[in-house]
Structure formats: structure tokens, C-alpha cells
């Protein structure tokens, strides 16, 4: 199936908290309120038109994507991101692109941030066992698909309308494939608060078991309502984490002072790991394993049926200039683009052939980077300009612009060009 890319609209500068004033995103997303900024990211609450769905679009700006290192990094994100389909891990839905950011389409999690429940008081051990034990899920389900989350954060952990968990932001996750051959992870990341003693020690680390330490922080947070490590004086916080010192609240039950124990414990050798958990007393009360739905494979496995996404043109096309490709509508009426494995002269010479049956002129233009071709009617009637940018050493882009206003070229377009291209578009 095709892949059209429209131009999106630029959200607007609302303020967080403020409904926005109904941009539409790539005709798709109604913008509502602006929910948070990030380091290099807005995030906004939005409905999909066509099914009325929520979603929250993290909208980043290309600067940031297409400079150096992040465009890696936003890369690693959502290729992670799309690997993991977990009730209770946040679902990419899709990447969009317009001239100047990309958009991630990700799942709604109505309830905000677990941080802002429990900053208004701690949870009791039942209600906490109750977040915890999803949260081992989708880290247990993580770990056994080669990813570790490495920032696990109560502000990582987002709540949906059911007030279940949803665990987001894997953007500092490392996948097994970037272990070093002494099986340890080697880059230095995550808050400060959350980081385990042998990440600070910058030896290496076991991802799971850096996990696992956080998941024990965050326990930590969510019954005692503060947090186990912490200092004004950054240098004393570290010293506190690598000393594992802390100090439970005089009411905490014997059973999960153990538990925690087990899990801040500095020596990641002998640290509970998540398949130990399923043992403990505390933990494992009421413990039931999350069956991951067929369902969501199916899905997973029709939208990676349907070709390329955008997604899919940005990692192909690491050091390649999207300006260029992702242009402004301006007079144009539409815009679609389609990716093809053909080689230009094989889709110029089909150009060609289409507007030489109808009677319509042609000028090839050949130019270093980007090849092409400008077709116009003989009554001014038409004008379609189809250029040709090179993805990969395989792949193209195909784009045809059609200038607005111009009855005979949509029907030309509709009934001639646009099928004869369709026939061009790359099938995996
Ligand atoms: P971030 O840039 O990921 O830190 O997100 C900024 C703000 O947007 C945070 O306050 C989050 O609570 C909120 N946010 C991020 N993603 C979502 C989401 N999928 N659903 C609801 N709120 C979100």
C-alpha cells in the first residue's frame, strides 16, 4: 500500500495547560492543550479525526533531530519504541514528518505523571504493590526483548484513563546489540537519584540489574513518599548511593523493608533480579502475570505491512537534508510522495511516456542531487512538477506537486500520472 506524505501545519506556541486553537496536524491530528515541555520536545494532547482516538504528540524539532548525535538518538527511540507492545509500556502509534519537526504519535495516557500522585501524599503498601507489580511486568517483558529502560523515574512513569501504568521515554534505553564483548553496558546515563552505585563506579554495568535499582528507588518513593538517596550536595547524594545508604520511615512492614533491601542492594551480584522477585513474600501477593494480547502482534505485524512510514525515511536517510524533501505547500494543491526502488530514468522515461500520450510538455531536468521532470498543458491548464531524491543506494523518493487551481491537471493527474507512479512504489 502507499505512503502519501501531506505537508502538516505547524502547531501553534500555546502555553501548557491552554487548549490550542484547532490546528489540524497532516489533516490527521486535531491539536487540544499543550500537556509539558521537555529538553527538546513539546508534548500535546490530540484527537485523530478520523476515529476520534486520543493521542499525545511529542513534537521535536528538527535542529534537534537532524544535529549529530541526536538524530542517532531519536533513532535508537523509535526503533525501540516500536519493538515493544506491552499493556503496560507507552505504544508509538506513528512518526510524522513535516518541513521542520517530527512528530511521534503516542498512546494517551490520560492520568499523567505517577510523580504528581504521589507528590500529594505516599501510597499505602497495597496500592503501591499494585503500580509496582505492573511496572515488573513491562520491565520483565523489556528485559526479555533485549531492552533495558537504563532511566527508570517516577516521571517516566505515566498513569491512563483506567489508572494503570504506561512506562514512557525509552530514549536512553540501550538494546543488546550495543553490549560490548565483556556483556556490559558502557555510556554513563539516567538522573542522579535513580542511578545505581556500579553506574557511578563507570566500569560498565549489567543493564537489567541497573533496572532493577531503580525499580527499587521508585518503590522507595511510592511508600515513603521522598527520596532514598538524597542531598542539596550532589557529591554527598553520589556517596549516599554508593554507600547504599538510606533509611527506611518507621512505617514500613518488615516484609518490604526485606524486599527493598533486595533491590537497593549496591552489590549487583548478589541484587534480587526480576525473576527472583516472583519469590518474595511482599512481592509476590497477588502477583499475576500480564498475558501480552495476540492481538497486539497482529497489529504490529498489519502496520508493518503497510510499507514505509516516515519512520522509515528518516533512518534510511541519515545524512541526507529532509528540507529539501519536506517542502512547503505554498501554491502547490497537492503534494504526495511515495517511495520507490526503481531507478530515476526508469520513472522519468514512465513520466514521460504518460504526458506524451496525453499532449502534454515535458522537460527533464537533471541536476546533482535531484532529478526531474516539470510537465505543463498546452492552455496553461497543468502544471505538475515530479522530482526524483535519492534515499539509499536503492532507494528514491518520488515527488509530484500539483499546482492549484487547475481542473485539467487533477484529472490528469488522477487518471494518468498518479496510477502509473503508484505502480513505481516500493513493496517490502
Ligand atoms: P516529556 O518531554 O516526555 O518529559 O513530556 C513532557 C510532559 O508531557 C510531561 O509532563 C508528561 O507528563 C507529558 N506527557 C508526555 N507523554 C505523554 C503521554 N503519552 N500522555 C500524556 N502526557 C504525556
Not at 7 to 19: F, L, M, R, S, W
Not at 187 to 194: D, Q
Not at 225 to 247: E, T, V
Request: glycine letters at 8%.
Amino acid at each position: 500500500m502507499l505512503h502519501t506524505y501531506d505537508i502538516a501545519v505547524e502547531e501553534d506556541a500555546a502555553t501548557v495547560g491552554q487548549p490550542s486553537s484547532g490546528v489540524v496536524l497532516l489533516g490527521k491530528y486535531e491539536l487540544k492543550e499543550l500537556l509539558g515541555v521537555g529538553a527538546s520536545a513539546k508534548v500535546y494532547h490530540a484527537t485523530n479525526v478520523d476515529t476520534g482516538q486520543s493521542v499525545a504528540i511529542k513534537a521535536v524539532s528538527k535542529n534537534h533531530v537532524f544535529r549529530g548525535g541526536l538524530t542517532a538518538h531519536i533513532e535508537r527511540e523509535i526503533s525501540i519504541m516500536r519493538r515493544l507492545h506491552h499493556p503496560h509500556t507507552l505504544k508509538l502509534f506513528e512518526v510524522l514528518a513535516s518541513k521542520n519537526k517530527i512528530y511521534f504519535v503516542l498512546e494517551f495516557a490520560q492520568g499523567g505523571e505517577l510523580f504528581h500522585k504521589v507528590a500529594q501524599g505516599r501510597f499505602s503498601e497495597d496500592l503501591s504493590r499494585r503500580y509496582f507489580h505492573q511496572l515488573i511486568s513491562a520491565v520483565r517483558y523489556c528485559h526479555s526483548a533485549g531492552v533495558f529502560h537504563r532511566d527508570l523515574k517516577l516521571d517516566n512513569l505515566l498513569i491512563d484513563q483506567h489508572t494503570d501504568l504506561k512506562v514512557s521515554d525509552f530514549g536512553l534505553s540501550a538494546l543488546k546489540d550495543h553490549v560490548r564483548a565483556d556483556g556490559l553496558l558502557h555510556t554513563v546515563c539516567g538522573t542522579p537519584a535513580y542511578v545505581a552505585p556500579e553506574m557511578l563506579a563507570k566500569k560498565g554495568y549489567d543493564g537489567a540489574k541497573v533496572d532493577v535499582w531503580s525499580c527499587g528507588v521508585i518503590l522507595f518513593v511510592l511508600t515513603a513518599g521522598y527520596l532514598p538517596f538524597n542531598d542539596h550536595n550532589l557529591a554527598a547524594m553520589y556517596r549516599k548511593i554508593y554507600r547504599g545508604q538510606f533509611r527506611f520511615p518507621r512505617w514500613t512492614s518488615p516484609e518490604l523493608r526485606r524486599f527493598v533491601c533486595r533491590l537497593l542492594d549496591k552489590n549487583p551480584e548478589t541484587r534480587i533480579t526480576v525473576d527472583e522477585m516472583m519469590g518474595d513474600p511482599w512481592f509476590s501477593k497477588g502477583y499475576r502475570e500480564v498475558r501480552i494480547e495476540h492481538k497486539e502482534f497482529e497489529l504490529e505485524r498489519e502496520s508493518r505491512s503497510r510499507g514505509l512510514n516516515a519512520f522509515d525515511l528518516i533512518s534510511f536517510s541519515s545524512g541526507l537534508d529532509m528540507s529539501g524533501m519536506l517542502g512547503e505547500a505554498g501554491v502547490w494543491e497537492g503534494v504526495e510522495r511515495m517511495v520507490s526502488g526503481e531507478k530515476p530514468a526508469k520513472i522519468l522515461e514512465k513520466v514521460e511516456g504518460v504526458a506524451k500520450a496525453e499532449g502534454v510538455r515535458v522537460r527533464v531536468r537533471k541536476e546533482e542531487n535531484e532529478e526531474g521532470a516539470e510537465l505543463e498543458g498546452q492552455d496553461g491548464n497543468l502544471k505538475i512538477l515530479v522530482s526524483i531524491y535519492r534515499l539509499t543506494e536503492r532507494l528514491v523518493v518520488v515527488e509530484a506537486k500539483r499546482r492549484e487551481g487547475k481542473e485539467k491537471g487533477a484529472k490528469f493527474w488522477e487518471e494518468k500520472l498518479q496510477p502509473e507512479l503508484h505502480r513505481l512504489v516500493y513493496k517490502d
